[in-house]
């Protein structure tokens, strides 16, 4: 396991777990509402730019999503290109698969702003970090190193065998 890969996977899951809290504030305070049902777009200058504060929130909580989102994506692509296990390959593609159902319940919640919406949309954000959890303790726990590694281990000790 290479200690890129590590610091990869464990920076994408300390900023998954920092967006579920700003998702947490952002709907607390009904930053969704300031768009009026015109997502993507919100209010301010052509609808791109804050007008507010909580607009503001609204606004920036989906620029860390969008940059949790290339992490997750990331590590995914990470994952399934090294030599990793199975299971971190599984767990960071079950977050990359609930990702774009994670935008649209995200979308939803600024249309259908309420309980069901907000579980919904908090839902899929756990799931993506329980996976993003565990394909990071994974990385940081698995022994097993890519095939090379693990035949030059072996031929050295069957080396010192003899």
């Given at each position: 396991m290479t200690t890129r890969f590590r610091r990869l996977v464990a920076t994408t899951t300390v900023l998954t777990f920092a967006l579920i809290?700003?998702?947490v504030y952002t709907g607390a305070i009904g930053a969704g509402l300031t768009c009026e049902a015109r997502?993507?777009?919100c209010d301010g200058?052509?609808?791109l730019f804050p007008a507010n504060w909580a607009s503001f929130v609204e606004w920036f909580h989906r620029l860390v999503a969008m940059i949790t989102g290339f992490g997750?994506?990331?590590s995914t692509i990470a994952a399934w290109r090294g030599e990793?296990?199975?299971?971190?390959?599984l767990a960071t593609g079950i977050a990359t698969v609930v990702l774009p159902m994670?935008?649209?319940l995200g979308a939803n919640t600024i249309f259908n702003f309420g309980a069901t919406a907000q579980v919904l949309h908090h839902g899929a954000a756990q799931l993506i970090f329980g996976s993003m959890v565990a394909?990071?303790?994974w990385a940081y726990t698995d022994t097993a190193e890519?095939?090379?590694v693990q035949s030059a281990d072996s031929q050295h000790a069957a080396r010192a065998d003899d």
């Open positions: 809290l700003l998702g997502w993507p777009f200058w052509m609808g997750i994506l990331g990793y296990s199975r299971r971190i390959k994670q935008i649209l394909a990071t303790a890519s095939p090379s």
